[in-house]
C-alpha cells in the first residue's frame, strides 16, 4: 500500500527526524561551550569556596576562644591572601568598586589578625562577614 503512495515518509515523520537530529546536533554543540564556561569560572569558584570554609573556622575557633592556636593564624593568613588574589581571579583589576569592596575586606582581616583576644577577633570577623556580603550582593 505504501508503495502506491510514493513509497517516502510522511512530512510530520521527516519533520520530527530533523528535529531529532537538530536537538542531538545542538547538545554536541553545546557541552563543550558549558564545559569551557565550567573551567573558565573554576578558580574564582574555588576561591570563594576555600575562603568561605576558612572564615567559617576561623569564626568558629573565635567563638570556642581558641585564636591563639596555630590554625586561626594559619586560616587569617590563608584568607588574606586569597583575598589579596580575587581582583585578578575575577578580572576586575581595573574596576575600581570591587577594589574598594576588596580593601575593605583586607582592612577587617588586618583588623582580625590584630585582635588579641578572641571577643575583638569575633568582632572582626563579622566585620569581615559585612564585607563579604557587601560585594556579593554587587557582583554576584
Avoid at 23 to 50: D, F, S
Wanted: net charge negative; proline share 3%; hydrophobic share 45%.
Amino acid at each position: 500500500m505504501s508503495a502506491e503512495r510514493g513509497g517516502g515518509i510522511s512530512a510530520a515523520t521527516a519533520t520530527l527526524i530533523g528535529l531529532v537530529i537538530g536537538a542531538l546536533i545542538g547538545a554536541m554543540v553545546a557541552m563543550p561551550l558549558a564545559n569551557n564556561a565550567r573551567q573558565r569560572n573554576a578558580y574564582p569558584r574555588a576561591i570563594m569556596n576555600i575562603m568561605e570554609r576558612d572564615y567559617d573556622q576561623l569564626f568558629d575557633l573565635a567563638a570556642a576562644d581558641q585564636c591563639s592556636q596555630p590554625r586561626f593564624d594559619q586560616r587569617l593568613r590563608r584568607l588574606r591572601s586569597l583575598a589579596e588574589d580575587t581582583p585578578s581571579a575575577f578580572g576586575a583589576v581595573e574596576d575600581a568598586d570591587f577594589i574598594a569592596a576588596n580593601e575593605k575586606l583586607l582592612s577587617a582581616l588586618e583588623r582580625s589578625a590584630a585582635a588579641h583576644d578572641c571577643g575583638l577577633a569575633g568582632v572582626a570577623l563579622e566585620q569581615v562577614d559585612r564585607a563579604c556580603e557587601a560585594c556579593h550582593s554587587s557582583y554576584r
